[in-house]
């Protein structure tokens, strides 16, 4: 880490409040804001320069100043005590946009100060990343709302809070209000540090979600699904529907090092679905989550497993990195441990591993993966001699996300991204109606499946707004619109009314509630001449 000095140049607003905390605690040093401005006002029209700015360097000009000069402004919780702290300390650093307009550039470094640093003070005072703090929320009300689901009212009030001071909040905000306004029934949690206006975590789940975790609850799957840009991650939650296919039950995204997620993203899941506590059977998450120990408290009918493949994976890279001898050996005896059909068994084969891995591998493998060997071996998996679809349903599912999401991005960004793969198009395009119409033909006669593989065919390319309402489900087609039956089993079309036939529409909602598309029941006898009239 360098110096901090006149001329110093930053291209980020992270990487300036990064390289910041460095030298803060290097030097044990407390500074709090003077004064800033933001690169754009909602009030005014962005510049050209400015739109792609707006959410990487946030502000045009910035003052910090001493703790101890005397001043009191900006977002620190320190009660100053006059007789003691008020000593005009003349330390200050000033950063103003620089003349391309694409930096920020230090035209003021003064860094002598008047009094005696105290180790003691800073580190009961100090914390990393208050400048990354949203500056138009006051504290006492991101430390309440950390402890609880928002309330859609609150989130206007919050929006209201940030518009002059933090567009890429207020932007954030304004995504979420919308969310409400249109799905009163999501759950959302925006987790803020303690007593710093840093946002740490937010989770998503949206009333349809919901209610596929709450029809689902028995495997869910979990793992970081993508990086969202420098400092936040995404996390997601999956279920399995009726037609073994992987659907989102919720998202986190989470900044890099957030202690106790997985206990956060699955307590929350639970919090907004409470009757999946004592139906969820198997939680599976990527080898890369390892914070799992106490998962089992808030799902306590719950196994959790690791991906076997995932582990294996990880073991063969570092095998290769050590540059272990006799490596294709090792890599067999791994694989021979992971598939071991008893403990026992298991045990052999880390006995021939103990005489053939050099020190270094043995002592990773031991530390990292033979403790918790109960979660990823077969002889313990949750069920035994079958496949876990665990790779597939995330593959599947970063696939869609790459349809949408275009990472580095802001938070506001990735949260619209996500809300907009909420929809039936995006289920219906993963629909392989060749598939469900072979199964149809088995048990159909060849003029009736012909009728039903076209439906099945324009109901993948139809494009309706599902809504629930008290009669059942209404697709919304913008021309016209149709009401299928809550028992999914009926619809008001023509073509359900005169044929009894599975219709396009009853094959879309079945998907979007995940329920299986291929019913024997939906089957039905063609209603009479006399009936159809009446």
Not at 96 to 118: C, Q, T, Y
Not at 167 to 182: A, H, I, P, R, V
Not at 190 to 202: C, G, H, K, P, T
Request: aromatic fraction near 8%.
């Amino acid at each position: 880490m360098g110096e901090l000095g006149l001329g110093q140049e930053f291209h980020t607003w992270q990487q300036f409040s990064s390289f910041f905390d460095d030298w803060c605690e290097e030097h044990k040093v407390l500074f709090i804001i003077a004064s800033l401005k933001p690169l754009i006002s909602l009030r005014q029209h962005p510049l050209h320069y400015q739109p792609n700015l707006a959410e990487t360097l946030r502000f045009r000009f910035v003052r910090l100043i001493c703790k101890h000069s005397g001043t009191y402004v900006g977002q620190s919780t320190v009660q100053r005590n006059k007789l003691s702290e008020k000593i005009d300390c003349p330390a200050s650093i000033t950063l103003r946009l620089g003349p391309k307009k694409d930096r920020l550039v230090v035209i003021e470094a003064s860094l002598e100060h008047n009094h005696k640093l105290s180790e003691v003070e800073f580190a009961h005072y100090f914390k990393r990343h208050q400048l990354e703090a949203s500056m138009g929320l006051p504290i006492r009300i991101t430390n309440s709302v950390s402890k609880r689901f928002l309330a859609p009212d609150l989130v206007w009030n919050l929006e209201d809070y940030s518009k002059a001071k933090d567009k890429g909040m207020c932007e954030l905000l304004s995504q979420l209000d919308g969310l409400f306004k249109s799905d009163p029934g999501a759950k959302v949690k925006l987790v803020f540090q303690e007593d710093v206006a840093v946002l740490n975590s937010i989770f998503l789940a949206t009333s349809h979600m919901r209610g596929l975790a709450q029809h689902f609850p028995r495997c869910l799957y979990m793992d970081k699904a993508t990086c969202v840009n420098s400092e936040f991650d995404l996390y997601s939650v999956l279920c399995q529907d009726a037609n073994g296919q992987g659907r989102e039950c919720a998202y986190c995204v989470a900044r890099r090092g957030v202690p106790d997620l997985v206990i956060f993203i699955v307590a929350s899941l639970v919090q907004s679905v409470p009757d999946i506590k004592l139906k969820v059977k198997c939680l599976t998450v990527g080898a890369g989550i390892t914070d799992v120990d106490a998962v089992e408290e808030v799902l306590p009918c719950a196994r959790v497993q690791i991906c076997r493949l995932q582990v294996l994976e990880a073991l063969y890279r570092k095998a290769h990195e050590l540059g272990v001898p006799k490596e294709d050996k090792v890599r067999n005896l791994l694989h021979n441990m992971a598939n071991a059909s008893s403990p026992r068994v298991y045990s052999q084969y880390l006995s021939d591993l103990e005489d053939v891995a050099p020190l270094d591998f043995l002592q990773y493998y031991l530390e990292t993966w033979h403790h918790n060997k109960g979660t990823w071996a077969e002889c313990w998996a949750f069920e035994k001699n079958r496949d876990c679809p665990f790779l597939e349903h995330m593959s599947f599912h970063q696939q869609k996300l790459r349809s949408a999401l275009s990472p580095p991005m802001g938070l506001a960004t990735c949260v619209r991204g996500l809300l907009d793969l909420q929809a039936l198009r995006v289920e219906m395009a993963a629909l392989n109606e060749e598939q469900v119409s072979e199964l149809y033909r088995a048990v159909c006669p060849p003029e009736n499946a012909a009728l039903i593989a076209e439906e099945l065919s324009l109901a993948k390319h139809a494009n309706y707004h599902v809504k629930e309402v008290p009669e059942g489900f209404l697709l919304d087609g913008g021309i016209c619109s149709f009401v299928v039956s809550q028992d999914l089993a009926a619809c008001s079309c023509s073509i359900y009314v005169s044929s009894r036939r599975p219709c396009r529409h009853l094959f879309a909602t079945r998907l979007w509630t995940g329920q299986p598309l291929y019913d024997p029941s939906l089957l039905q006898t063609p209603p009479s001449p006399e009936e159809q009239d009446t």
